[in-house]
């Protein structure tokens, strides 16, 4: 199994690096301790195929907010460089570099500002309201992927895009199946590729009907401002608006929904920690930020220098990609006071999940905002999260989820 490429580094400056062992799918089950031991070794460690990893927190912030690296092509790392999949990645904001990324960031992002976000948030806790309700007055086990987290995310970006509400499962299921791309199997699997490149076709039509629909009526919503931004100043041409529109669709469902399974499954898992949040409701902020660091759902971050630079003693040529590995980062225990205790109460959990420097993740607030009031609604109304079985990770994900979470909660 190729999980990262290989760069072409001498083999003997690397050669003392520890390996990381990725190929083993068990090993996913518990990233944390296969990380564990390469992180006290070394700041950088190298995947089965002898790519660059970034272990500990201090590096991976150098590298996430050091100008001096630039985004690389994610998927050419897993061994995707060309075809219809790859053509709508090298689009996405996230994989560009100044200046076209800061034009097409500057577009969007005033919406997504923590001003902007807030006055979503009643929409939102009214959403989790509605999607955890039927969960707490019908007893039996509930499925948290399908019945919450699945939801939410895509629910706020149709909310956020205008999109009817009879078309939003169809985007979300979509989006879940675009993001099998991000992952090992996918450039290698020419069945699971031509699947996903017709979903993706599939939503480039949506994306194109919707937009031309909201040309001829434009609204209030974040779609109708970016088609004006094309229109009035052409700062995006209409290929761009089309692979935007699907991003944000994609990027605002996938990790978020991620991140919304982990949050039951760990307050499930410390029932002692659910308890102080559930006496303290000033803690959800800070057992947000805690979530984020101790089950981060986005594995790593791409980066690769724009000439060569040093990193934890290691000089990198310039071009060579590095993994950011953000599950191996917010464990380091440098940086936190034993980073493997969960703790809602911690100070200052400070996690690295949303990156950093020009391509910190656009959406970072929003992602908050939802996983403040799940966690807020949790604590009000839900007295125990009980798991009816453990949670098994799907292994290989670059966004890390859970194959199924089934609970049974007890309302109060």
């Not at 003997?12 to 944390?32: C, G, I, N, T, Y």
């Not at 992002?109 to 019908?138: M, N």
Request: some cysteine.
């Amino acid at each position: 199994m190729t999980y990262y490429c290989r760069p072409p580094m001498d083999p003997e400056a690397v050669s003392p690096l520890p390996r990381v062992v990725l190929e083993d799918p068990a090993v996913w089950q518990d990233l944390h301790a296969a990380f564990a031991g390469p992180r006290e070794a070394s700041p950088l460690g190298l995947g089965g195929d002898g790519g660059l990893i970034v272990l500990r927190q201090a590096e991976a912030l150098g590298v996430l907010r050091d100008r001096v690296f630039a985004a690389t092509d994610l998927l050419a790392i897993y061994g995707l460089d060309h075809g219809p999949v790859w053509e709508w990645w090298r689009l996405v904001m996230s994989s560009r570099n100044p200046p076209e990324h800061t034009r097409v960031r500057g577009t969007v992002s005033r919406a997504f500002t923590p001003r902007s976000i807030e006055r979503l948030r009643p929409r939102i806790a009214e959403l989790a309201t509605e999607l955890l309700e039927p969960a707490l007055h019908g007893g039996g086990s509930f499925d948290v992927i399908e019945g919450f987290a699945n939801q939410l995310p895509s629910l706020v970006m149709a909310h956020m895009l205008d999109i009817p509400d009879d078309d939003r499962a169809m985007f979300s299921g979509w989006t879940s199946d675009i993001g099998l791309i991000f992952g090992a199997a996918a450039a290698k699997d020419t069945g699971l590729l031509a699947h996903i490149e017709e979903v993706l076709a599939q939503l480039y039509a949506y994306v194109g009907e919707l937009t031309a629909r909201r040309r001829a009526q434009p609204g209030e919503d974040l779609l109708s401002e970016l088609i004006a931004a094309e229109e009035t100043g052409g700062r995006l041409s209409g290929e761009e608006l089309a692979a935007l529109v699907a991003n944000l669709l994609f990027a605002g469902h996938d990790t978020t929904r991620s991140q919304l399974m982990i949050t039951f499954a760990l307050l499930a898992q410390h029932p002692d920690q659910f308890a102080a949040l559930r006496h303290d409701l000033s803690l959800v902020a800070n057992a947000t930020e805690e979530i984020l660091r101790f089950e981060p759902a986005v594995f790593g971050s791409a980066r690769q220098p724009l000439e060569d630079v040093v990193v934890g003693g290691v000089t990198i040529p310039a071009g060579v990609p590095l993994q950011v590995s953000l599950v191996a980062a917010s464990r380091d225990p440098r940086a936190w006071d034993q980073p493997d205790r969960f703790d809602v109460t911690r100070v200052d959990p400070r996690p690295v999940d949303f990156g950093g420097g020009i391509h910190h993740c656009l959406g970072a607030a929003l992602a908050r905002c939802e996983l403040q009031e799940a966690l807020r609604l949790l604590a009000t109304r839900v007295d125990a999260i009980e798991l009816v079985e453990q949670p098994q990770w799907v292994p290989y994900a670059a966004i890390r989820r859970f194959a199924d979470l089934q609970v049974t909660l007890r309302s109060r």
